[in-house]
């Protein structure tokens, strides 16, 4: 008798596009998101070189300088700071690498470990590359590691939920983008308010993440996928 149609187990192709990071109906969409943030990464970076005050559009928004988080919500904000410091991050990043293992996920484990080191990485060389300040000098602003992190943990989060879901190009694209914006205004509201950075600081650590994080997805799937064409059977 002749096998029933998807009865046996997926390889090959199929099974790695099951296990995609970047799902194929955003692959498209995000791309053109992550070049237009490139660029206000790049345009702001030479516009604040070398800078340490705030600027026009800081002042226009708030006192970047002026630690204005007081009462319960100074605590807040000081826990979603210690989220981006070297221990926190690194609990976040073991937990969340520890939940995708348990749950058999070994490629978005990879996914999390790399596109966290990347975004963290990126935005240290952008640090000092750019050179701008706050507080004196020694303590580099641009762009915000934080907010550059706890985006880029949104994004990833979400990337991996909408294809889990199997969501569409308009419903994935709507869910990562959402994602992104709270994580990043949340995370920059606390960065910002408690005098830590600039407000552009935080929108480009923003940006930095809506460039780091696809990038992270494609260079994990490529790598998976290309591991599994030289080894059938092995595909993460």
């Known amino acids: 008798m002749d096998r029933l149609a998807g009865a046996e187990p997926a390889t090959g192709p199929a099974r790695s596009a099951s296990h995609a990071l970047l799902p194929r109906s ?33 002042r226009w928004l708030v006192r970047p300088t002026a630690d204005s988080v007081q009462g ?33 996920r070994p490629r978005a484990a990879v996914f999390v ?12 060389l952008l640090k000092h590359v750019v050179g701008r300040t706050i507080h004196g000098p ?22 991996l939920a909408a294809g889990r879901l199997g969501l569409g190009r308009t419903a994935g694209l709507s869910l990562v983008l959402a994602a992104a914006l709270v994580a990043g205004a949340t995370m920059g509201w606390a960065e910002v308010g408690l005098g830590a950075h600039y407000p552009t600081d935080a929108l480009g650590g923003w940006c930095t993440a809506l460039v780091v994080t696809p990038v992270s997805a494609w260079l994990v799937d490529r790598t998976a996928d290309r591991s599994a064409a030289r080894r059938p059977g092995t595909a993460l």
């Open 138 to 159: 020694g303590n580099l602003s641009y762009p915000s590691g934080h907010t550059a992190f706890f985006t880029a943990l949104a994004l990833m989060a979400a990337l």
């Open 26 to 58: 955003l692959r498209a969409c995000l791309g053109p998101v992550a070049a237009f943030a490139a660029l206000v990464v790049v345009v702001l970076g030479v516009r604040y070189a070398g800078h340490s005050e705030p600027g026009g559009v800081d």
């Open 113 to 124: 470990a790399v596109g966290s080191g990347l975004t963290v990485g990126t935005t240290t």
């Open 72 to 104: 319960p919500w100074r605590h807040v904000a000081l826990a979603l700071d210690f989220l981006g410091e070297p221990a926190g991050s690194v609990l976040v990043i073991v937990a969340a690498v520890a939940g995708c293992l348990l749950l058999r």
